[in-house]
């Protein structure tokens, strides 16, 4: 019987004519098909394959009883329920890693573009001029060039860059300084401190609620006047508006970007800008790379509907039925606590050790630590992360798993506590414990104990022990029209320190976070979702 697959998205005709010569495949092939239109279409379908225009979502797949993979032509899988298909055992599968280089490659012409003056140069040409001095330009040898995230495309842009003969600078606080020894790269542990030193900055971050809008107005003030910025990256990791109001003042010289806070219609004063220039998110659009993305999708359809093991999984159905409940908490939990390491963090980790108390020591730990590395990986590296290849993205940040067990541990039933260390020293412990097989809760930040239940937007604040400061929380949470769900509090001595865990209805906006570390007496303020 014939494997029916619907493919939505464009592919390169070399990808088409492979599914299509699959005697085993009965291909129907409706690139940017009208939503009425996929939802007629998908009910037969056993294998769908997309790419950004195709929303697949609870709708499509409630419609699609028969489908066994989703396969999305890119690396990004924000469009597809990956929840919802993963109950129903459906295998969602992408092909990360195919347009790193195009990526890198573009970040590379973007700056010589804009250094050299060469559309100016080439647009002058075509309409008859020839003006040599106009067009004088600047090199990239001896600039400093600072690399925000330093990722699969931010190293590969570190490797270019140290062809030109440029001083590379990086600031990624969520790999091993190994890494940037690794790539060449000098590591700058505080993003303000490298911007200073920087004649061009570019990003390769993913877009996240700690990444976006992290470059903007105070941060591009710090740079030295004339200097560059990049975005081939994600839309909205930069300020627009605070960019343009820069190069209108002549503090940044120039901008090269290709994704923006609004596609496909960018803030029309910055493409007009003659300082500025551009490309319509053109970082993937490579033949090399669309080559590789079909090539690769069809491979990895043709393994999956065969039964073979695929190179790219987003998610594995079959984790998501674990036997023993007490293991299917952890698991969850863990990911859980992955996620919260991720978002406070403060120092490049070196090692990460878990430790399983009680009952839990007794049981395989497997999936308990893939989730924690799941959890964590998903919070901090440019790319989407799966079970199959979390220990992939652990391994390149350079950190080091161990495991250990506690079964005398006694002031819980169960419990899992994790211990991240840095190359300096720092340490940051995290615990969590599970209640009757089923009620999870965070147990330990550091040496504060509390049972809070792991989900929705959590305020972590630490301060100094003194009256008042509970009240001036809830006041200036108040004064933003925060509502507060709950509130657990937790001291290591009486007048020492103290944390709160504060769950609100609504988040606070990154200027309400920094806002409320100016209260007095408080040390430390960190925005969690969970």
């Given at each position: 019987?014939?494997?029916?697959?619907?493919?939505?998205?464009?592919?390169?005709?070399?990808?088409?004519?492979?599914?299509?010569?699959?005697?085993?495949?009965?291909?129907?092939?409706?690139?940017?098909?009208?939503?009425?239109?996929?939802?007629?279409?998908?009910?037969?379908?056993?294998?769908?394959?997309?790419?950004?225009?195709?929303?697949?979502?609870?709708?499509?797949?409630?419609?699609?009883?028969?489908?066994?993979?989703?396969?999305?032509?890119?690396?990004?899988?924000?469009?597809?329920?990956?929840?919802?298909?993963t109950k129903k055992g459906i295998?969602?599968?992408?092909?990360?890693?195919?347009?790193?280089?195009?990526?890198?490659?573009?970040?590379?012409?973007?700056?010589?573009?804009?250094?050299?003056?060469?559309?100016?140069?080439?647009?002058?040409?075509?309409?008859?001029?020839?003006?040599?001095?106009?067009?004088?330009?600047?090199?990239?040898?001896?600039?400093?060039?600072?690399?925000?995230g330093l990722g699969n495309v931010?190293?590969?842009?570190?490797?270019?860059?140290?062809?030109?003969?440029?001083?590379?600078?990086a600031y990624d606080p969520y790999?091993?300084?190994?890494?940037?020894?690794?790539?060449?790269?000098?590591?700058?542990?505080?993003?303000?401190?490298?911007?200073?030193?920087?004649?061009?900055?570019?990003?390769?971050?993913?877009?996240?609620?700690?990444?976006?809008?992290?470059?903007?107005?105070?941060?591009?003030?710090?740079?030295?006047?004339?200097?560059?910025?990049?975005?081939?990256?994600?839309?909205?990791?930069?300020?627009?508006?605070?960019?343009?109001?820069?190069?209108?003042?002549?503090?940044?010289?120039?901008?090269?970007?290709?994704?923006?806070?609004?596609?496909?219609?960018?803030?029309?004063?910055?493409?007009?800008?003659?300082?500025?220039?551009?490309?319509?998110?053109?970082?993937?659009?490579?033949?090399?790379?669309?080559?590789?993305?079909?090539?690769?999708?069809?491979?990895?359809?043709?393994?999956?509907?065969?039964?073979?093991?695929?190179?790219?999984?987003?998610?594995?159905?079959?984790?998501?039925?674990?036997?023993?409940?007490?293991?299917?908490?952890?698991?969850?939990?863990?990911?859980?606590?992955?996620?919260?390491?991720?978002?406070?963090?403060?120092?490049?980790?070196?090692?990460?050790?878990?430790?399983?108390?009680?009952?839990?020591?007794?049981?395989?730990?497997?999936?308990?630590?893939?989730?924690?590395?799941?959890?964590?990986?998903?919070?901090?590296?440019?790319?989407?992360?799966?079970?199959?290849?979390?220990?992939?993205?652990?391994?390149?940040?350079?950190?080091?798993?161990?495991?250990?067990?506690?079964?005398?541990?006694?002031?819980?039933?169960?419990?899992?506590?994790?211990?991240?260390?840095?190359?300096?020293?720092?340490?940051?412990?995290?615990?969590?414990?599970?209640?009757?097989?089923?009620?999870?809760?965070?147990?330990?930040?550091?040496?504060?104990?509390?049972?809070?239940?792991?989900?929705?937007?959590?305020?972590?604040?630490?301060?100094?022990?003194?009256?008042?400061?509970?009240?001036?929380?809830?006041?200036?949470?108040?004064?933003?029209?925060?509502?507060?769900?709950?509130?657990?509090?937790?001291?290591?001595?009486?007048?020492?320190?103290?944390?709160?865990?504060?769950?609100?209805?609504?988040?606070?906006?990154?200027?309400?976070?920094?806002?409320?570390?100016?209260?007095?007496?408080?040390?430390?303020?960190?925005?969690?979702?969970?």
């Open positions: 019987m014939s494997t029916h697959v619907l493919i939505t998205g464009h592919l390169h005709e070399s990808a088409i004519a492979g599914f299509k010569a699959n005697k085993d495949f009965n291909v129907l092939y409706a690139p940017d098909c009208e939503r009425s239109e996929l939802l007629r279409l998908v009910p037969k379908a056993q294998v769908l394959v997309t790419r950004s225009e195709t929303d697949v979502d609870r709708e499509v797949i409630e419609h699609a009883p028969e489908l066994k993979v989703i396969a999305r032509a890119a690396v990004g899988v924000g469009n597809i329920d990956i929840d919802l298909a295998l969602v599968i992408n092909c990360p890693g195919k347009n790193t280089n195009s990526a890198a490659e573009l970040t590379l012409a973007l700056a010589l573009a804009m250094l050299r003056n060469v559309p100016q140069a080439h647009q002058t040409m075509k309409t008859g001029g020839w003006d040599r001095h106009r067009f004088t330009g600047r090199e990239l040898r001896g600039k400093r060039i600072g690399i925000v931010g190293h590969r842009v570190a490797q270019f860059a140290r062809g030109f003969d440029m001083e590379v600078y790999i091993s300084p190994q890494v940037f020894e690794r790539h060449q790269a000098r590591q700058f542990r505080d993003l303000d401190e490298m911007l200073r030193v920087t004649d061009i900055l570019t990003v390769h971050v993913p877009l996240n609620k700690e990444t976006k809008g992290m470059i903007k107005g105070a941060q591009l003030d710090l740079m030295p006047r004339g200097s560059y910025v990049l975005n081939v990256a994600r839309g909205g990791v930069i300020v627009e508006k605070d960019l343009l109001t820069r190069i209108e003042s002549g503090q940044i010289a120039g901008a090269g970007i290709d994704t923006w806070e609004s596609e496909p219609k960018p803030l029309p004063a910055l493409l007009q800008s003659d300082k500025v220039w551009c490309s319509p998110h053109i970082g993937a659009s490579t033949l090399e790379a669309q080559i590789a993305i079909g090539e690769t999708i069809l491979r990895q359809v043709e393994k999956a509907i065969a039964g073979g093991v695929v190179d790219y999984p987003v998610n594995l159905p079959q984790v998501g039925v674990i036997d023993n409940p007490l293991l299917n908490a952890y698991a969850v939990l863990a990911e859980k606590l992955g996620s919260l390491i991720g978002q406070i963090i403060s120092f490049n980790p070196k090692s990460v050790e878990l430790s399983y108390r009680g009952d839990l020591a007794a049981l395989d730990h497997s999936i308990v630590r893939l989730s924690l590395m799941k959890g964590y990986a998903s919070k901090v590296v440019d790319g989407y992360v799966s079970f199959v290849n979390v220990e992939t993205h652990i391994e390149k940040m350079g950190l080091t798993i161990t495991e250990s067990k506690d079964p005398n541990f006694q002031s819980y039933k169960s419990a899992l506590k994790v211990r991240c260390r840095g190359a300096d020293g720092a340490e940051l412990t995290v615990g969590g414990v599970v209640f009757d097989d089923r009620y999870s809760r965070i147990s330990l930040i550091n040496d504060f104990y509390f049972e809070l239940e792991p989900t929705g937007d959590i305020i972590i604040v630490e301060n100094n022990d003194r009256p008042g400061v509970i009240g001036d929380v809830g006041h200036f949470l108040a004064s933003r029209g925060v509502n507060i769900d709950s509130f657990e509090l937790s001291r290591n001595r009486k007048g020492g320190r103290a944390m709160a865990l504060v769950r609100i209805d609504s988040p606070l906006s990154p200027d309400g976070v920094a806002a409320m570390s100016k209260i007095s007496n408080v040390l430390a303020v960190h925005e969690v979702n969970l």
